[in-house]
């Protein structure tokens, strides 16, 4: 098992829960090579602005071994924002496909957001597998 988080912070806190060493890398410095079975992107990648995502979907699609697993979840709708000073890149059914080749997709769904807080805000989920090299 690997695990890396843009924050240093965030790094230094899952490590210690994990009891395993957490890289402090953005997805755009992730060069693995057909290594990982699965790999879980839970609120993650919705930090990717769009101009990036291809090229960081490829680089998952390369670190994962034939029929490897990826989850991805993003906040739902279709538009690029700063909120509170974090960037965020929302998705939905038809904008993700954009970034989808090379994959097969398993299942699309959407959900409410489980804090208390924030019932009305919704999330993409998705779970695909490569396909090709």
């Given at each position: 098992?690997?695990a ?14 994990l ?20 790999i879980?992107?839970?609120?993650s990648l919705?930090?990717?602005?769009n ?28 538009e690029?924002?700063v ?9 939905n059914?038809?904008?993700i496909?954009?970034?989808?080749s ?29 396909q090709?090299?």
């Open positions: 098992m690997a890396f988080d843009a924050s240093p912070e965030l790094a230094a806190i899952a490590s210690e829960l009891q395993l060493p957490v890289v402090v890398q953005t997805f755009r410095q992730f060069d693995e090579i057909d290594l990982y079975d699965g879980w992107c839970c609120a919705l930090h990717v602005p101009s990036e995502l291809n090229d960081v979907f490829k680089r998952l699609h390369r670190a994962l071994k034939y029929d490897g697993v990826l989850y991805a979840s993003f906040k739902y709708g279709i690029e924002r909120k509170d000073g974090r960037f965020f890149n929302d998705q059914e038809r904008t496909q954009t970034y989808l090379g994959f097969k997709v398993l299942e699309i769904w959407v959900t409410g957001d489980q804090r208390p807080d924030r019932e009305t805000e919704q999330w993409l989920n998705l779970i695909v597998q490569k090709e090299h």
